[in-house]
């Protein structure tokens, strides 16, 4: 198969069908930038498997994604989306960058959603923008980002309600979109790596935090959200 890309935590190949690729969940694990980097045994699995339940849940309720099928523990088959190079931030409790650069303390629940837009690029350390950066850029047209903004709060009202029930709290989470076809399609994923959950009693982190952050019980986090979303 040929290589077309190869990120942080997953690697993109091309397929027979011009319209589609695999993507393999690499048990990679990086943070701050990659400054920190290490190998989480299972991670990829659980990372694909926790998107692929999403994903599917996703599209039951209206909202259209990149995933065609999985092909094996470790792949997923999607379609050829053209990656909008905005990553969205939603932000329902206060914690990570947020509370380091408006001074709010970590667990405070906002009022409403917090939505954040980042340009994605590495070298850059995806910094966070506003619609006139954007502008400036020519990444994305007002048309794409309304869209995009608009389907991005679609999902935390409906991830908010499938995780409540599951006794988890969304606490914030990053998005990615592409284009294909004439559509914007949610692309990417949506797994502890991209997401934060914390157990709604005890708040106890259960995602890449616990990497983070020097928590430990990193595959046990990933593997708890797991089996909590598939009851």
Not at 58 to 64: P, R
Not at 205 to 227: C, H, N, P
């Amino acid at each position: 198969m040929k290589k077309l890309y190869e990120g942080k935590a997953k690697i993109i190949y091309a397929t027979e069908n011009p319209d589609e690729v695999l993507i393999y969940y690499k048990d990679d694990a990086t943070a701050f930038n990659g400054l920190k980097k290490d190998t989480i045994k299972g991670k990829g699995r659980y990372n694909l498997e926790i998107s692929k339940i999403f994903f599917e849940y996703l599209e039951a309720n209206g909202l259209k994604t990149h995933m065609v099928d999985v092909v094996d523990e470790l792949t997923m088959r999607t379609k050829k989306t053209e990656i909008i190079k905005v990553e969205v931030v939603v932000r329902n409790i206060a914690a990570g960058s947020l509370c380091k650069r408006l001074g709010l303390p970590e667990g405070l629940e906002l009022e409403k959603p917090i939505l954040e837009f980042y340009y994605k690029d590495d070298a850059l350390g995806d910094p966070l923008v506003n619609e006139y950066h954007i502008d400036a850029l020519k990444v994305a047209t007002q048309e794409e980002l309304d869209e995009i903004a608009k389907q991005a709060l679609k999902v935390n009202e409906l991830l908010k309600e499938f995780l409540i029930k599951r006794d988890l709290l969304l606490v914030d989470y990053k998005l990615e979109f592409g284009r294909f076809k004439g559509e914007i399609l949610l692309s990417d994923e949506i797994s502890p790596d991209t997401c934060r959950f914390w157990d709604r009693d005890t708040r106890k982190k259960l995602d890449k935090d616990r990497f983070r952050q020097d928590l430990g019980e990193v595959t046990e986090a990933y593997q708890e959200i797991l089996e909590r979303i598939s009851k």
